[in-house]
């Protein structure tokens, strides 16, 4: 039975509970990120400045008024992006004059920013006591809102950032029939499956090597404002237990994942060559050749999976086939250096031709049902200086290590995570 154990943990972030508009006040103030300034000579502009020159020192013994800016937005008017707008579309809408668009469109990278706006997302304009245009922010994504100001006779924009708060999810299960329905009741989302699978997707073949009793355990961030999930953020640590064999990734801050000892897990060779989400059925070694009748030596690996699934390169290298034959149907062939050569037969169509450079993960073709077969499948071959070898137990080229350097700042970060992970694992089969 799958398991799931949850810890809200690590309340790293403060938690901000202001709207979003007074806490775009707030870091206004305090966080002069990327600020950028139009100014530009507008007959409209005035009087706060023509006032205060007037406010001479002969009346020193008025009592002091209070500074009336002007330009302190009293109304706000949101407005959702409909399919079609154009920011100048919405600025006639309300009543804003193409001067001011000029304006804001002299803002450099952050006028680029409104260029790009699409539909459903929301502008918010403000507007001070006279009518006149006091500000416009948008919101970028759950943490940045981009702000321009009018302030006196200028526009000042400037990126808003609102600290989320980060929580640390823990899940786990171990998996009785199938890596996907564990993950379903680990309360993963399908994304982080995939993920999870993507970690170990040069370690292991999701698709024909996973075994009831396999586990698996997973740290990963969410993060939250005020108090409301607003994005799902990356796996920051995974163990899984494969047949015994214990693999386990940590995120590093360049986005990779690496062993405990710092050797990336990413490697020149996938696994498997198709995503297990597509693969329908364990590869039997011993078969009988389904079309002679006869047990015959198979000499790859065949992934059973629905016509159309996406076969992608194993390994960067260059097609030195694609071609039809009989027996194999449509057929690619990538050389990946002098020692290794992978083949894909029996594909539905082809996707590269002879010569082209391919990357790891480039799509070269479709499953199919080509050449002499009784279904849909994709057989693969991985050849070792010209021998057929078996890719998942044949010595690879080892990964890359971190630098010396890059190392100091990950072990502290993986060994961290890593005894958390243990951690909660112990919790959790003490609750068991
Ligand atoms: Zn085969």
């Known amino acids: 039975m799958p398991v799931i154990y949850r810890l809200k943990s690590l309340p790293r972030g403060h938690k901000v509970a202001l709207g979003l508009l007074s806490a775009a006040m707030v870091v206004l103030i305090m966080m002069p990120t990327e600020p950028a300034v139009a100014s530009r000579d507008r007959s409209d502009i005035p009087l706060s400045n023509a006032l205060q020159d007037k406010r001479q020192p002969l009346e020193m013994e008025v009592e002091d008024l209070p500074v009336v800016d002007d330009h302190l937005p009293v109304r706000e008017q949101m407005v959702k992006v409909s399919r079609g707008d154009t920011l100048s579309s919405i600025f006639a809408r309300q009543g804003l004059s193409s001067a001011l668009l000029h304006d804001i469109s002299q803002l450099g990278a952050h006028a680029e920013l409104l260029r790009k706006i699409h539909p459903e997302e929301r502008l918010t304009f403000s507007f001070d006591r006279k009518g006149h245009f006091a500000g416009l922010s948008y919101p970028l994504d759950a943490a940045r809102t981009l702000d321009i100001r009018q302030s006196g006779t200028e526009l000042r924009s400037r990126i808003i950032s609102v600290k989320l708060?980060?929580?640390?999810?823990?899940?786990?299960?171990?998996?009785?029939?199938?890596?996907?329905?564990?993950?379903?009741?680990?309360?993963?989302?399908?994304?982080?499956?995939?993920?999870?699978?993507?970690?170990?997707?040069?370690?292991?073949?999701?698709?024909?090597?996973?075994?009831?009793?396999?586990?698996?355990?997973?740290?990963?961030?969410?993060?939250?404002?005020?108090?409301i999930l607003v994005d799902t953020g990356h796996i920051l640590a995974a163990e899984f237990i494969n047949q015994g064999k214990v693999y386990r990734a940590v995120r590093h801050d360049d986005g990779n994942y690496y062993?405990?000892?710092?050797?990336?897990?990413?490697?020149?060779?996938?696994?498997?060559?198709?995503?297990?989400?597509?693969?329908?059925?364990?590869?039997?070694?011993?078969?009988?050749?389904?079309?002679?009748?006869?047990?015959?030596?198979?000499?790859?690996?065949?992934?059973?999976?629905?016509?159309?699934?996406?076969?992608?390169?194993?390994?960067?290298?260059?097609?030195?086939?694609?071609?039809?034959?009989?027996?194999?149907?449509?057929?690619?062939?990538?050389?990946?250096?002098?020692?290794?050569?992978?083949?894909?037969?029996?594909?539905?169509?082809?996707?590269?031709?002879?010569?082209?450079?391919?990357?790891?993960?480039?799509?070269?073709?479709?499953?199919?049902?080509?050449?002499?077969?009784?279904?849909?499948?994709?057989?693969?071959?991985?050849?070792?200086?010209?021998?057929?070898?078996?890719?998942?137990?044949?010595?690879?080229?080892?990964?890359?290590?971190?630098?010396?350097?890059?190392l100091a700042r990950f072990r502290p970060k993986a060994d961290k995570l890593l005894a958390q992970l243990s951690k909660v694992s112990e919790v959790m089969l003490a609750n068991n």
């Open 165 to 227: 708060e980060h929580r640390t999810q823990y899940a786990q299960a171990s998996i009785s029939s199938n890596f996907w329905g564990a993950g379903v009741s680990a309360g993963l989302s399908p994304g982080k499956i995939m993920s999870l699978a993507a970690m170990f997707a040069w370690d292991l073949d999701f698709g024909l090597d996973i075994r009831a009793g396999d586990h698996f355990a997973v740290l990963y961030d969410q993060r939250y404002k005020d108090g």
């Open 259 to 406: 062993s405990p000892e710092g050797r990336a897990m990413r490697k020149s060779f996938l696994r498997a060559p198709v995503n297990f989400s597509h693969i329908s059925s364990n590869f039997n070694p011993r078969r009988l050749h389904p079309v002679t009748g006869q047990v015959k030596p198979h000499r790859g690996i065949d992934y059973a999976a629905r016509t159309g699934t996406p076969v992608v390169a194993a390994g960067s290298g260059v097609v030195v086939e694609s071609g039809y034959s009989r027996f194999n149907g449509n057929y690619v062939v990538i050389r990946h250096d002098r020692t290794y050569l992978t083949k894909y037969l029996h594909l539905h169509q082809r996707m590269v031709k002879k010569g082209e450079k391919v990357k790891q993960e480039q799509q070269i073709g479709t499953v199919g049902a080509t050449g002499r077969v009784t279904g849909p499948h994709l057989h693969y071959e991985f050849l070792v200086n010209g021998v057929h070898k078996d890719p998942k137990s044949v010595d690879l080229p080892q990964a890359a290590f971190l630098s010396r350097s890059e």
